[in-house]
């Protein structure tokens, strides 16, 4: 077997139990302490087991670390969004505005980006030798994830209990929302004291609702005939019960928005989060959210258990790659990351991948004059020079239902990213796209894996053949393999973030020279 910086010695049969080492018989592990167990554990003897990771690899785990926290900062599109500002700032990214001429701001070696709604970002930095006409190198991925949203009216009040009114958004789950310890985050519009409106992000960081499922036995079937449940009726969550909300008596906004459309519980949590006063909070979109955060887990620290890998770990990996991509100074082309929202639901909103975002920001580059001045065919110019990477999850295979998956085609994590093709054109993968991304590849010696539905199968599809059909541009689909996606808490390799991060890194400093080398008209 070749091995390369990824691949590494296999821990014994011995090595996995040396997991659970008496303390009076081992030498303890002089890296963890007791202190740092995670909660779920906090039950156990302290003096009866010391616990480690036999996996000594911290080359792998940092990206996976730093992808923890990025999940954990993000528990709604508006965070992820924020979070993503906050880090290309950091990297000395210049942010611009959508509304403004960028004629006389963009220069060569110039690294940009701009938000759209809150909840859509598009971050690029110009090689050094770009020049109207030439291609981008882009990937696209999503900030939105399968989640229940607050319904405009969500005030319910049923049997002694307070309730909140939500909405399915995406196509989650939503058994999996059951008995879950549910937070709320979003973004509140409150009115300021001059009279101006101001966008602000909420997140409430409390198990304050949960939707408890039915005991055993007043549902003797459930084993039996599985469960089954009405998503209007029985997906509500509790917020409190009337009598304690009447005893507290929280203070009330003043207006129908408060006072008819939702409790003053809720409202009162939120205005205690904002700082503000109850009846300044003028109107909100706010999700539900899985209080339990992201973490490495798994008997050799080799998985991420978390909520909304799909599809942050592709947003967390393109915006990386940008911003580590090195050689900027000898780069013919524009290397974008355009990450939307709304894909779960279509992707047709005015910040969704099948709005004008991408194409018009396509568009304004070309006709920007950037060290040189634009002709009137740059943008066409561009669109076929260019290359697109869709990068959303796909699907490991199950061990537990590994005939779901065409025999040959069967990804697992940790063994790298994911190609998916589809004959009819569910994915935007060609032998083309494919080739020019094993090249790419091989510049960093990363794995590659093959994704194909069986035939007897519906497939899937993503933001990939929209934006090719939209642009007329090369595109390929590709993403980490995950299990349990669409569950409120999922599960992907520590590896593949790596290995992902290393692909489009190498995609960005090499395509535009590999590309150079390829003809096909």
């Known amino acids: 077997m070749v091995t390369n910086k990824y691949s590494g010695s296999k821990p014994s049969f011995k ?3 040396s997991c659970f080492r008496p303390r009076n018989k081992f030498p303890s592990s002089p890296n963890l302490s007791f202190s740092s167990l995670p909660p779920y554990i906090s039950g156990i003897q302290k003096t009866d087991y010391k616990f480690f990771s036999t996996n000594n690899d911290t080359t792998l785990k940092t990206p996976a670390k730093d992808f923890v926290s990025f999940v954990n900062a993000s528990p709604s599109p508006f965070h992820a969004v924020d979070e993503s500002r906050k880090r290309l700032l950091s990297a000395g990214f210049t942010e611009i505005k959508e509304q403004n001429d960028w004629n006389g701001t963009l220069k060569p070696l110039g690294k940009y980006f701009f938000t759209r709604n809150q909840s859509s970002i598009v971050a690029f930095t110009i090689g050094g030798k770009y020049v109207p006409g030439n291609g981008f190198s882009a990937i696209g991925a999503h900030t939105d994830s399968p989640c229940l949203k607050v319904k405009p009216r969500s005030k319910k009040e049923k049997v002694g209990y307070l309730q909140v009114g939500v909405e399915l958004y995406g196509g989650g789950l939503w058994n999996t929302w059951f008995d879950r310890d549910l937070g709320i985050a979003g973004r509140v519009l409150v009115k300021k004291s001059n009279g101006t ?3 602000k992000l909420v997140r409430i960081n409390k198990p304050i609702l949960r939707i408890p499922t039915l005991a055993i036995h007043l549902d003797r079937t459930v084993n039996t005939e599985g469960f089954k449940f009405n998503t209007e009726i029985q997906l509500a969550p509790i917020l409190c019960s009337s009598a304690k909300a009447a005893l507290d008596a929280p203070v009330k906004a003043e207006g129908e928005s408060a006072e008819e459309r939702h409790h003053s519980v809720l409202f009162k949590y939120l205005s205690d989060e904002l700082n503000v006063q109850a009846n300044e909070i003028s109107d909100f979109e706010l999700c539900l959210y899985d209080t339990q955060g992201s973490l490495i887990g798994g008997a050799l620290d080799e998985y991420v258990f978390s909520p909304r890998c799909d599809n942050l770990n592709s947003s967390f990996c393109a915006l990386t790659a940008l911003i580590k991509s090195e050689n900027l100074k000898n780069d013919t082309n524009i290397r974008v ?3 939307f929202d709304n894909e779960e639901i279509g992707s047709q909103s005015a910040y969704g991948a099948d709005s004008n975002l991408l194409a018009t ?18 943008f066409e110019q561009a669109c076929i020079r260019s290359y697109l990477i869709s990068a959303d999850m796909a699907h490991a295979v199950h061990p537990n239902y590994a005939e779901k998956h065409e025999e040959n085609h069967r990804p697992q994590m940790n063994k790298g990213i994911v190609i998916k093709q589809n004959a009819n054109q569910r994915y935007a993968t060609t032998a083309v796209t494919t080739f020019l991304l094993r090249e790419v590849a091989k510049q960093k010696n990363v794995p590659l894996q093959e994704f194909v539905v069986r035939n007897d199968s519906a497939c899937g599809s993503t933001i990939g053949p929209m934006l090719s059909a939209k642009l007329g541009m090369r595109t390929i689909d590709v993403g980490n393999p995950q299990l349990s996606m669409h ?14 991060i290393d692909l489009f890194q190498s995609f960005f400093e090499n395509f535009a020279q590999l590309d150079s080398r390829l003809v096909v008209d």
């Not at 569950?487 to 973030?497: A, M, P, Y």
């Open 15 to 17: 090595s996995f139990f």
């Open 361 to 378: 920001t396509f568009k304004r580059l070309s006709e920007t004059t950037i060290g040189v001045s634009p002709n009137k065919s740059s």
């Open 487 to 500: 569950s409120i808490r999922e599960t992907c390799g520590v590896d593949d973030i790596t290995f992902a």
């Open 197 to 199: 409106y101001e966008h």
């Open 337 to 339: 990351i355009a990450l």
